[in-house]
C-alpha cells in the first residue's frame, strides 16, 4: 500500500504564489497526480509526473523526486476560484500488473482577497 | 477530451434494496476502471479496481458481495450496492484510464466520471 502525506489547510492572498506539498511512500511507483477538487464535484486533473524534474502548466507547476518520495504543486498569481482542495495521489503498479490509484487526504486551500 | 459519464448523479433508494450505479467512457475505451467512495470532509477511497473481462480486485475492507462490480465490456462499468443500509450513503467516484496509453504523460491522464450522490433512508 501507499502512504501519503499532505498539509490538511493552507491559507494564501489572492496574487500570491503558494506551495502544496505531497511525501509518499510506496513500492511499485508508477507515477503521481494532483487534482482539484471542489466541493461537492469530481476532481479534475491538474498535472501527472512520472519523471523526476517541473512540470509546468500556465499557472500551475508540479514538481517530483522520486528518490525522496515528494512531490509539490505550486500555484501563481492565485485567484478566488483556486479555493479548493488539491488531491495528490500516487499510482502503484502492482505485482498482478494492474495499476491502483490511491489518494492523500487533500489540502483545502482559501485564497482570501 | 476524454469524458467519462456516471449515471444516475443522485439517487435515493429505500434500506435494504440495491442500486446500480454506471460508469461510461464515452469517447475510449478503458481496460481498467476504479471505483471510490468519498464521505463528506474526506478523502477519495479506492474501493475497487474493475478489469475488463475479469474480476474486480477489492481495496481491503470492501465487501465483495456488496459492492458488486461488473466489467463487461471497454467501455462500461457497473457498481452494485447491495442490501444497502443508510451507513452506504456516500459520493461514489469512478474514475477511467484510456487503454494503450503507453508511457505517454498526458495519455496516462485517468478521467473522472461526475460522481453519484447515493443517499440510503
Known amino acids: 500500500g501507499q502512504n501519503i502525506d499532505q498539509p490538511t489547510e493552507m491559507t494564501a492572498t489572492e496574487g500570491a504564489i503558494v506551495q502544496i506539498n505531497c511525501t509518499y511512500q510506496t513500492s511499485g511507483f508508477n507515477g503521481l497526480f494532483w487534482y482539484q477538487q471542489h466541493a461537492g464535484e469530481a476532481p479534475t486533473f491538474l498535472s501527472y509526473?512520472?519523471?523526476?524534474g517541473l512540470e509546468e502548466k500556465g499557472r500551475f507547476s508540479s514538481f517530483l523526486s522520486r528518490s525522496k518520495g515528494y512531490s509539490y504543486l505550486l500555484l501563481k498569481e492565485l485567484q478566488m476560484k483556486d479555493s479548493a482542495s488539491y488531491l495528490c495521489?500516487?499510482?502503484?503498479?502492482?505485482?498482478?500488473?494492474?495499476?491502483?490509484?490511491?489518494f492523500g487526504k487533500g489540502t483545502m486551500l482559501l485564497v482570501s482577497p | 477530451g476524454a469524458v467519462v459519464s456516471q449515471h444516475p448523479s443522485r439517487v435515493i433508494c429505500k434500506s435494504g434494496t440495491s442500486v446500480k450505479i454506471e460508469c461510461r467512457s464515452l469517447?475510449?475505451?478503458?481496460?481498467?476502471m476504479f471505483w471510490y467512495r468519498q464521505f463528506p470532509k474526506q478523502s477519495l477511497m479506492l474501493m475497487a479496481t474493475s478489469n475488463e473481462g475479469s474480476k474486480a480486485t477489492y481495496e481491503q475492507g470492501v465487501e465483495k458481495d456488496k459492492f458488486l462490480i461488473n466489467h463487461a465490456s471497454l467501455t462500461l462499468s457497473t457498481l452494485t450496492v447491495t442490501s444497502a443500509h443508510p451507513e452506504d450513503s456516500s459520493f461514489y467516484i469512478c474514475?477511467?484510464?484510456?487503454?494503450?496509453?503507453?508511457?505517454?504523460?498526458?495519455?496516462?491522464?485517468?478521467?473522472f466520471g461526475e460522481g453519484s450522490w447515493l443517499t440510503v433512508v
Open positions: 509526473n512520472v519523471l523526476d
Open positions: 474514475s477511467a484510464r484510456p487503454s494503450g496509453a503507453g508511457h505517454a504523460r498526458t495519455g496516462n491522464t485517468i478521467y
Open positions: 495521489a500516487v499510482r502503484d503498479r502492482m505485482n498482478s500488473g494492474y495499476s491502483t490509484l490511491t
Open positions: 469517447d475510449f475505451q478503458a481496460t481498467t
